[in-house]
């Protein structure tokens, strides 16, 4: 198991589109675990494999809280193999979103409030299912990892370029 590096932007890579996975392999399984690892490490609720540079349509998500306590955090380990949106809601709900690949920048960015989901699991088998709240809002935003969209992409051009501008200056002062 290994902690990948997790691209920022302007990295072009994250605005590339990734190919469907063609058949579920070891090495499959082996990407799924690592990106687990790298999410958990960098405390984000989920992550795209164009984060860390890999092309393939591969999702994790885990929505539990990571700070808990004391003891082990509770995981709820998610993955989700060539997702496709198969139905979207018109009702929309907006979410305070941030990305890993855009550290500590936060938006409020509004999309459907509810969506149907088709993917394949680690073994391949093909799920279909309704999210809403957290989930159906985080599934969106990996989605559009995998189209090479982020979050920044769904606001206005000046919030953008606030967001933009405000890491370069976080940047600047850790270097
Ligand atoms: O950790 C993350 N939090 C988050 C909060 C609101 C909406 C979406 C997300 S996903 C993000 C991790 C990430 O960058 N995934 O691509
Ligand atoms: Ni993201």
New binding site residues.
Partial sequence: MTVMTILEIPHPGLREMAAPVAAITDETRALIDDMFET?YD???????AT?VGVLQRVVVIDLQEPEEPEGEPVRDPKVFVNPELTWTSEETAT????????PEQYAE?ERPARCRVKWLDRDGASHEEEFDG?MA??IQ??ID?LNGVL?IDHISRLKRDMIVKKLAKARKAAA
Avoid: K, P
Avoid at 42 to 48: E, P, S, T, Y
């Fill in positions: 999410m960098a405390r984000g609720i989920g992550l795209a984060q979410y305070n979103e941030g990305c890993l690949s855009i960015v957290l809002t985080c935003h990996e990892h979050f």
